[in-house]
């Protein structure tokens, strides 16, 4: 069983992982909420889907305490071997509703946002709750060593076995390099649901600074408020945007890579709470840089000087500076930052990686050898 807050999120960033599970004879239930994606989701090979009723962001108590019975309600009539959960909730729920059952399961931490980060006694209430749902797993899945240390800070069991992967992976097939970079024709790229602790605001302050000195750079953003959270831009504040011009706002797009391929660099301002941003695998991947603010996830994923650069998150005077460098870059160092880029996504990017992992931690839970290669 696979376990999300959305059908959005296993389609998106798990579907290969159904794939190299039923590659070995497995049966997958996906249980998530229902989405525009739950149809491709459910018509993957030797897998079906479980409508899960939870909230992305709310934290009503009598809605989240539905949801809880909902997951042990699924869970008992589907009675799986193995469970893999994703995300805060399904962390959260799942992991109690295992423990409760004796089920066999494994959390995977992409990300603990910025509620848990913050001071007080609900945010440190979270935080071990968190930690004690994710302690009676088999293993625990991390995406970046912060992650993990905040988790032991607020009680994780020092005797649960570790795996650090890096991020979702990414398809290394599927996103390839396109064209060559042009620096004649430079233009930043943001990838991402628009809300504040993404950095989109960071993205259109630092636009507006470097457009007055640089008229011809384009600025896009890819992406809009689904899935966002309470931090979502409002519908006036994305319209006076629209009408300054500076940023070009595209929508959501299935398919970014043609974005991709048109821009000189892509642009990650997180604020943190990320685990590893899937978009930068994927920009790593079609060989172009990145730059990022020098949080946990982006930090782990952007080496300076070789794939991007980092700068301090919520500072648009930084984000600014680092878009200057990369517009004074003579044209033969930027590709060769390109093809540093390729390199590592091919070295320590693939999805197969994670998905590897998933599967020799749910073949060992029933005692079975691993037969994924």
Same mark, same amino acid.
């Given at each position: ?131 004690f749902a994710c302690s009676g797993g088999v293993a625990l899945i991390v995406q970046n060593t912060a992650d993990l240390e ?17 991020? !979702?992976? #990414?398809? /290394?097939?599927?996103? +390839?390099? %396109? $064209?060559?970079?042009?620096?004649? &024709? =430079? ?46 831009? !409002?519908? #006036?504040? /994305?319209?006076?945007? +629209?009408? %300054? $011009?500076?940023?070009?706002?595209? &929508? =959501? ?48 994923? #952007? ?71």
């Open positions: 069983m696979l376990c999300a807050g959305s059908s959005w999120y296993l389609w998106n960033f798990r579907r290969n992982l159904v794939r190299h599970f039923a590659a070995s004879g497995w049966q997958i239930c996906a249980v998530a909420p229902e989405d525009e994606w739950t149809e491709r989701l459910s018509a993957l090979e030797r897998t079906s889907y479980v409508r899960w009723p939870v909230s992305l962001d709310g934290a009503m108590p009598l809605e989240e305490a539905a949801s809880l019975r909902s997951l042990a309600g699924i869970l008992r009539r589907e009675e799986p071997d193995f469970v893999l959960n994703h995300g805060i909730k399904a962390n959260v729920y799942g992991g109690l509703c295992c423990r409760g059952r004796s089920i066999p399961y494994a959390n995977v931490v992409s990300g603990l946002g910025m509620r848990m980060s913050r001071q007080g006694i609900v945010a440190s209430g979270l935080a071990r709750l968190y930690s905040f988790l032991r800070r607020n009680g994780l069991s020092p005797r649960l076995p570790i795996h650090q992967v890096m991020g !979702s992976g #990414v398809d /290394l097939a599927y996103f +390839r390099p %396109e $064209g060559r970079l042009d620096p004649r &024709g =430079q233009s930043f790229l943001f990838v991402g649901r628009l809300q504040r602790d993404k950095g989109i605001h960071d993205f259109v302050a630092a636009a507006a600074l470097v457009r007055k000195e640089s008229p011809s750079v384009r600025f896009v953003v890819v992406g809009d408020t689904r899935h966002a959270n309470s931090g979502a831009v !409002s519908d #006036v504040e /994305l319209d006076c945007w +629209r009408r %300054e $011009g500076i940023v070009e706002f595209v &929508g =959501q797009c299935e398919d970014v890579r043609p974005w991709l391929a048109r821009a000189t660099t892509l642009v990650v301002p997180s604020h943190g709470g990320e685990g590893m941003p899937k978009v930068i695998l994927e920009a790593s991947a079609s060989g172009r840089p990145v730059i990022a603010t020098d949080v946990p996830g982006c930090r782990d994923a #952007v080496v300076p000087g070789l794939n991007g650069w980092l700068c301090p998150p919520g500072d648009p005077e930084a984000l600014a500076k680092a878009m200057r460098d990369v517009l004074r870059m003579a044209a033969a160092q930027l590709e060769e930052m390109g093809v540093a880029a390729r390199k590592r996504a091919e070295e320590a990017f693939s999805d197969d990686l994670p998905a590897r992992v998933c599967l020799e931690l749910a073949e060992a839970s029933i005692g079975r050898s691993s037969s994924a290669t």
